[in-house]
């Protein structure tokens, strides 16, 4: 494949007309190497039938160099050979940094098309049913505590189960507990496991696996998602080998929802605790899929026979990270898939379209908090105006303020929108830097040095546990009466039984931060919708993504 990325690379520099005039000194600086080397790689292409190459003698002599083939046809190649050896990553690097042609991106995505979904092969007299899907972001670990990508909560879904899950118009459903009870004060929960469940090595699960799931969620130095709500608990004790108690600060009414997350699956205690951080490349749970390789750009699940709510019709989903997109796809997507346009196009029977109910919510928040121009209301409001796209922009010689350079933090996700945001304020002479960091430094103190936070708020089957998580992570950012005031509405909404009086509390807060211009919306979107071939039973998970446990293809499609 090293090749390839060098023929794009010369057809990069130098494509065009189909004869091109070179020196060996243009080669050399062409490809980063030797004299001696280039001359290598050019008569390994005319060997390939690449090229033709007619040099000239003499240093500084131009010689003739012919293309024979098509940018496109190599980086096709290219491709195909990446996925068979299993190193897409590097091939797809190669094609987005060298090749030039726009039509690439179209050849690239029609063979995708056949090479991704359904494929069916007979292996010792059995067809094995095999989906293969490309996902938007690389695996980075599995391991539910540390997880923070869509698409690896997205897997870890399918390897590991919580104690209870969600099941759309039922709501919350039993999981690995068949059942529950929740005393008077609903400060102590009980849960009942199911007998003989197993977990892909064979151990059976049991209370201790559960209790140390919880344990880990509660001692963690790390900041997560939800840790406003697992934070909360004060005692986990295994009863007996299938019965857990869970006991809470203060009754919660986010608490039993939360454990329909993938952030509080349950993991087997023996297993994590001999292999530390090495379990979030190699898990191992109770779900539908068994993980059997997962690599840089590689992901493979095989079905687990004995999963205690019944065998998935699928057998193997093999996953791959695909860095590539086609213009209409934003980096911050928040579908775990690559969203396949128009493949109807080619054959309009073959393809479904898969959507759900999702969408996400973006938005810039001010921080208060610190000491500077942003804690002046008519500022904030002046400047949160100009994000207005029909507020006209002032003539362009216009004198920049003297609120100095607004800091914006965010992270990789969203920098096209915080960059952005800089862009309209500076049309309007507010000067802006933006600093683009981790998830994981995100959390930390990057916010509150900041004067603008740019924020994402996926609104699916779990939005107000988001919603709980955002504006307690949200008032650490604001002025004393603003925290104290969405602190007390927060202690409301966590005691609340009702969901919908819940909901009228967020939007209480939403009102004011917007009233207080502390909040400015900047879009909301659907999820994308994505295309699969021709498939049946699609459900979706509380996140909004495809239950692949219960996907079948029909015979023949």
């Known amino acids: 494949m090293k090749l390839h990325s060098q023929f794009l690379m ?81 091939a797809i690097e190669g094609i987005r940094g060298h090749a030039r042609s726009s039509s690439l991106q179209d050849t690239l995505q029609g063979w995708l098309l056949t090479y991704f979904g359904h494929h069916s092969e007979i292996r010792s007299n059995k067809v094995i049913d095999t989906l293969r899907l490309p996902v938007t972001q690389k695996l980075h670990t599995l391991d539910p505590l540390y997880m923070n990508l869509l698409a690896e909560s997205f897997v870890s879904s399918h390897v590991f189960d919580g104690l209870v899950g969600r099941s759309g118009e039922r709501g919350i459903v039993p999981g690995l507990a068949h059942a529950w009870d929740v005393d008077d004060s609903r400060t102590e929960w009980t849960f009942h496991l199911r007998k003989e469940v197993l977990f892909h090595h064979g151990k059976v699960l049991s ?46 009414e986010l608490f039993l929802p939360f454990l329909c997350t993938s952030r509080a699956a349950v993991v087997p205690r023996e297993l994590v605790s001999a292999t530390g951080s090495a379990f979030g490349r190699r898990p191992v749970g109770t779900g539908p899929f068994k993980l059997v390789e997962l690599n840089e750009d590689l992901c493979v699940l095989e079905v687990f026979p004995y999963y205690y709510q019944g065998r998935a019709h699928i057998d193997r989903v093999e996953i791959l990270h695909v860095p590539i997109g086609n213009g209409q796809i934003q980096p911050d ?67 920049v303020t003297q609120t100095g350079v607004l800091q914006i933090a965010t992270i990789p996700q969203y920098l096209g929108d915080a960059e952005h945001i800089a862009s ?25 040095q900041a004067d603008l936070i740019v924020f994402s708020l996926l609104r699916d089957q779990d939005e107000q546990l988001r919603l709980f998580d955002l504006y307690t992570t949200l008032s650490q950012h604001v002025d004393p009466g603003t925290r104290a005031d969405i602190e007390g509405t927060l202690n409301l909404i966590s005691r609340e039984p009702d969901p919908a009086s819940r909901t009228g509390s967020f939007t209480r807060i939403e009102d ?46």
Not at 67 to 75: G, H, K, R, S, T
Request: glycine content about 6%; proline content about 6%.
């Open 512 to 557: 004011k931060l917007t009233r207080d211009h502390q909040l400015y919306i900047l879009y909301e979107k659907p999820v994308q919708t994505a295309y699969l071939p021709s498939v049946r039973g699609v459900t979706f998970n509380s996140q909004g993504w495809v239950d692949l446990r219960h996907l079948w293809f029909p015979r023949g499609m």
């Open 333 to 399: 997507t928040v579908s775990a898939f690559h969203i396949i346009h128009n493949p109807s196009a080619g054959d309009s029977s073959s393809w479904s379209q898969i959507h759900s109910e999702s969408c996400v919510r973006k938005f810039v928040t001010c921080n208060t908090k610190k000491n500077g121009p942003l804690s002046d209301p008519l500022l904030r409001a002046d400047i949160l105006s100009c994000l207005n796209e029909t507020t006209p922009a002032p003539v362009p010689d216009f004198q």
């Open 207 to 252: 209370a201790e696996d559960v209790v140390y799931s919880l344990q880990r969620l509660m001692q963690t130095p790390q900041r997560t998602l939800y840790s406003s709500i697992f934070k909360e608990i004060t005692g986990v004790e295994a009863l007996n080998t299938t019965t857990v108690r869970i006991v809470l600060r203060n009754p919660n």
């Open 424 to 448: 309209r304020l500076l049309r309007h002479g507010y000067a802006c830097s933006v600093l683009a960091v981790s998830p994981e430094e995100f959390k930390g103190p990057v916010r509150l």
């Open 10 to 90: 010369l057809h990069s520099h130098h494509g065009g007309p189909a004869e091109i005039s070179i020196t060996l000194d243009e080669l050399a600086a062409t490809f980063n190497c030797t004299h001696r080397n280039a001359l290598h790689i050019v008569h390994k292409m005319a060997g390939q039938d690449w090229i033709t190459w007619t040099p000239s003698r003499g240093r500084g002599k131009r010689s003739k160099l012919v293309f024979l083939v098509e940018a496109e046809d190599i980086a096709l190649q290219s491709m195909k050979q990446a996925i068979s050896s299993k190193d897409i990553g590097s």
